[in-house]
């Protein structure tokens, strides 16, 4: 019956760092909902990869999952039979998570439904859905923070000169204060500016 509960709330489809920024909603010591803007979160959809994994030995079944999606980390917790639902879910993976929010001892973690195996490709793709969702309620950027985000676009892309140059798409999925559009404008300025230059469309390098 609590699970038939559950599944009449949506399932919010967020990046780990949004969970993280919210504000966990008690009632008394019971967890009701997290808050997040206006928002009453209590079920999430999550995609992001499994870092590490710890399995109980003995009696007590249990299963704890980091889950790392570049914004953050939070816990997956699976207790009793539903352990053999994700047995086969390893250190490694790009999953995608569906479960319901939890907190014990001050941490805010997720309980699963579902844990399903996922391209890689879905991390961008999540960031991209959240950044649009967020465009609407979004305030002006100021100029300092314009060139705040500029510098540490640039010092990416010089930091990677020894690997040779470094992937768009990973400097969007690493810098989260700010959007995909912004970070392509400002690599777009850097290329105009001759500071950098692209080896290949998709990729960036120092020029100086």
């Known amino acids: 019956m609590a699970e038939q509960q559950f599944k009449r709330h949506i399932a919010h489809k967020l990046r780990v760092g949004d969970i993280l920024i919210g504000k966990p909603i008690m009632d008394g010591e019971r967890f009701s909902f997290l808050e997040l803007g206006n928002q009453k979160i209590m079920r999430v959809n999550i995609i992001g990869n499994i870092v590490d ?20 980390q939070i816990r997956l917790k699976i207790f009793g ?41 879905y991390l961008l793709v999540r960031k991209l859905e ?5 465009t609407e309620s ?21 930091n990677a000169e020894e690997q040779g140059g470094i992937e768009i798409q990973d400097i969007i999925m690493k810098l989260r204060e ?8 400002e690599i777009k300025k850097l290329l105009e500016e001759g500071i950098a230059f692209e080896p290949r469309p998709g990729k960036v390098r120092y020029l100086g």
């Open 53 to 72: 994994k710890y399995e109980s030995e003995g009696e007590t079944k249990y299963v704890n999952f980091t889950l790392d999606d570049g914004s953050g």
């Open 130 to 134: 959240t950044e649009k969702q967020r």
């Open 81 to 121: 039979d539903d352990v053999d639902k994700f047995k086969k879910i390893n250190q490694g993976e790009t999953v995608v998570v569906i479960g319901v929010l939890r907190r014990w001892n001050n941490e805010v973690y997720i309980n699963p439904e579902i844990i399903k195996e996922q391209d890689t490709k």
């Open 138 to 158: 979004s305030v002006p950027v100021e100029r300092e923070q314009t060139i705040a985000i500029k510098d540490k676009i640039l010092d990416m892309i010089k």
């Open 178 to 185: 700010a959007s995909p559009e912004m970070i392509n404008t």
